[in-house]
């Protein structure tokens, strides 16, 4: 689990961890992503905790750290330790994720069944459920099977380190590793280990070397691919623009020169505040497919592909069908002709990433993606799949190759696996004729709040709506339909078409939603597809302050920074969707200067931020800026004994909706 770069749900938002922040307590070293140094602080801190919601709160840290650093088995007990201590259901869903990840299915279950009986909503562990369901009678079946199609066991070259992404290279192997040997003097405080390099391995020797120390740095380097003719490599390299900044992925290019590597490049169409990773080359290497969690995304990693055109300059990155992409992460894209393997925690899987298989069908959609199941996949994370060689044809014929994996056993936190597919006899044919249908289920959703009288407490999960409106547009026409008892409406898609939807209830903020059915598959073994879209509306507080977050302004000023505009943007968003209602936007600062210049300071940053409102086209009749200056701080605390975290809480900006 210390892919850094690459662990999904640990880059949720940003690839951001400061190299040179001095700590010294736990909680600060996991706010700081310094989980190895945070395990050691909190099993002590633990310790000396007096009351049960500070050992709450240790725990919880403490078991987000041990999940970080790959150790589930502990994370597991210390996950229920914190929700012992008052900590809440988050807890328990922490628990149960791990659960799946050490394959207990069972146990993760009803772990997964208390929680929906806890917060309120069976809906919000469904999938969670359904996965760790196909998991057992998938383990139930391959224990049943006399003929084994797969045969895998560890590579020999593994260490106690994080070892993966192992790819063909000639006569070798080149793979990523953050093991003692890769370069630099500095460790990376996330895993305790080194920074991750490549290194190569002839497989039979297992004797393993650094790749290139041109290229091998002091940032993280990994998952590489080779072109048709081995003459240039994409890799992933992630470092910070500058010192005590945060680290972004981008994808580097470097070309043989001799016996060693070039200069390594970024490629052009990488920009600067995302992260692009994980390169498959095409056959004819004029194509590669990466995995990147741009704007336009379905949600957290999504797949792109890019074409080198004739003048050697490349495209812009075009996103992958939304067969393909999902709300979760889709990563380590591998080809082996015009077979794509790639990774999902969105897709239908048995716990953290698996790995599935899609092809281009002869009309140029590409096939339902296949999960490869046991013993491919696992509970934990299964990656980078990759295909050596292949002996015979047909029946009793093999393929050869790697992958890499998560799952206990292995002898570090990620290992690489041989294995050995054997193709077997087909199943008699099926006769039945074939009627494809993709059908969409569209669920609008509420949150469920610790508090449901506050919108500013924190959200347990979400829940149906029943007797929703939904408003269904495709291209100029419309229709209106109301959720059943289960919040929910489905539909069978027409091929090629933009569906958009807004879901509305009285007393709710509205939302909406988009889903593209360009290019969905056409599987015979699956005719029937279904997809899932969630519409979340929001329940109205009139008149409670709500904060807008990543609102920050420049010393003793007032214009709104460029970080500030994207939440700006959504707020924007949300007055578009709702012409009906008028808000307050509120400036606060902490207490430090005179009241007097607070009072203006506050006063200018409201009107600033009305003023950015009503630039993206929102009626100034429906905006009152207002500056409170210091009167109402949320932290309570004597002005001087104030601490930096507690200035900060009360220097915000916030909204109320009035009408």
Known sequence: MSRFFFLAFALVLLAGCTYTAKVTDGATAVDRKQYDVAVPMLQREFKRAKSRAQKGEVAMNLAISL??????????????VA???????????????????????????????????????????????????LA????????????????VTPAPFNSAAADYAAVSYGDELVFTSDRGA????????????????????????AVVQGFST???????????????????????????????????????????????????????????????????????????????????????????????????????????????????????????????????????????????????????????????????????DDFAYTILRRNGEGVGSTTTGYFSSARPGGAGSDDIYAYTKTVLPPPPPDTTPIAYRNVLDVTVVEKILEDPANPASRTLGVRP???????????????????????????????????????????????????????????????????ELELEIEKIFRNQEIVLENIYYDLDESFI??????TLNELSDLLTRNPDIRIELGSHTDCRATDAYNDRLSQ???????????????????????????????????????TEEEHQRNRRTTFRILN
């Open 214 to 380: 041109g290229l091998n740095t002091g940032d993280n380097e990994g998952t590489p691919a080779f072109s048709p003719d081995g003459n240039t490599m994409y890799f992933t390299r992630c470092s910070p623009p500058q010192k005590r900044s945060d680290a972004y992925c981008g994808i580097y290019r470097s070309d043989r020169v001799g016996e060693g590597w070039g200069p390594a490049e970024k490629l052009p169409f990488v920009t600067a505040t995302a992260n692009y990773m994980h390169p498959a080359v095409s056959a004819d290497g004029d194509k590669l497919i990466f995995s990147a969690n741009l704007p336009d995304g379905w949600g957290g990693y999504d797949l792109y592909t890019v074409t080198l055109g004739p003048d050697g300059n490349w495209s812009e990155p075009d996103l992958m069908n939304r067969a393909i992409n999902t709300e979760g992460n889709e990563q380590f894209p591998t080809l082996d002709g015009d077979t794509l393997y790639f990774s999902s925690d969105g897709l239908e899987g048995l716990g953290g990433l698996d790995i599935f298989r899609t092809w281009p069908l002869e009309d140029g959609r590409y096939n339902a993606p296949k999960n490869l199941r046991m013993p491919i996949n696992s509970g934990a």
């Open 182 to 205: 890769a370069a630099g003097e500095d460790s990376y405080k996330w895993t305790g280990r080194k920074f991750s390099d490549l290194f190569r391995v002839d497989p039979q020797a």
């Open 67 to 80: 999940r970080e650093t790959g150790q589930d088995t502990d994370a597991v007990e210390w996950f229920q």
């Open 136 to 151: 057992m009678r998938l383990k139930a079946q391959q224990e049943a099977a006399t003929v084994k199609e797969y045969e």
């Open 604 to 642: 200018a940053r409201a009107a600033a931020a009305v003023d950015y409102l009503v630039a993206q086209g929102i009626s100034p009749d429906r905006l009152t800026a207002r500056g409170y200056g210091e009167s109402q701080p949320v932290a309570e605390c004597v002005c001087q004994r104030c």
């Open 561 to 566: 920074r460029e970080d500030a505009q994207p």
């Open 465 to 531: 709506v029943p007797n929703a409106t939904v408003v269904a547009k495709v291209g100029d026409q419309s229709r209106t339909v109301t959720t059943d008892e289960e919040g929910q409406l489905s539909l069978v898609l027409v091929d090629d078409q933009r569906y958009e939807f807004r879901a509305e209830r009285p007393d709710y903020l509205a939302a909406e939603g988009r889903f593209s059915s360009r290019n969905l598959p056409r599987d015979p073994d699956a005719p029937e597809q279904r997809y």
């Open 83 to 133: 929700y012992d201590n008052g900590v809440g259901p988050d807890a328990l869903r922490e628990r149960a994720a791990a659960l799946k990840r050490l394959e207990r299915y069972e146990e993760a279950i009803q772990v997964y069944t208390d929680l929906g009986f806890e917060i309120g909503s069976r809906y919000e562990f469904r999938r969670d459920i359904a996965g760790a369901e």
